[in-house]
């Protein structure tokens, strides 16, 4: 296969491991904004008896407390296809968005309290070990594309700071009022 056919498959297979990562991140942050969230409402208190329950039960109890979240936001996501269907395209985007990112967080929260009883299921230890490959090949992928562009913004960033000196804070006070100019020129 030549370069010009490889170069889309590596595109593909980058902007695949760049969703499973943020799918990911997903999964981590909104698993800890939704634990925050239950601290303020006083949720947590009720997680002794999901430890309790699911303790008491099969692993295939909590196979399905872990599958509720996925199940309760089809609705929504049908929904949403409906209203881009009926071109509200932003705003059925934005409700796949938000409900997938509540469903995630909700799994995540719920798989710290299952994960034990679920990796008894033998097929779900195997699915499991694979997603862990795949997050471990998804940063080999991405991180050190993601190093680099840090590495840009830094150097950017030091030459900007050596140009415009100690005065920056005046320098960035007439870019702002420069700004200013331009805006109501335009208006």
């Not at 990562?21 to 634990?35: C, G």
């Not at 920056?168 to 335009?186: A, I, Q």
Request: contains cysteine.
């Amino acid at each position: 296969m030549d370069a010009h056919k490889r170069k889309p498959i590596r595109y593909f297979w980058f902007a695949l491991a760049l969703l499973f990562l943020f799918e990911s991140w997903i999964w981590d942050h909104v698993r800890d904004w939704l634990r925050a969230l239950g601290r303020r409402l006083g949720v947590e208190r009720l997680e002794p008896a999901l430890a309790d329950f699911v303790a008491r039960h099969s692993p295939y109890a909590a196979l399905a407390i872990f599958a509720v979240p996925a199940i309760c936001i089809l609705p929504l996501k049908l929904i949403a296809v409906g209203m881009i269907a009926h071109g509200h395209v932003l705003a059925g985007i934005a409700v796949i968005f938000l409900a997938k990112s509540l469903a995630l967080g909700v799994s995540a929260f719920l798989f710290e309290h299952t994960r034990d009883k679920l990796l008894q299921l033998p097929w779900f230890a195997r699915f499991y070990g694979v997603v862990l490959e795949v997050r471990a090949w998804a940063h080999r992928l991405v991180d050190p594309v993601r190093r680099t562009l840090h590495e840009a913004t830094a150097a950017i960033r030091a030459k900007v700071r050596a140009a415009v000196g100690e005065g920056r804070s005046l320098f960035l006070h007439k870019v702002g009022l420069l700004r200013n100019l331009v805006g109501r020129d335009r208006a």
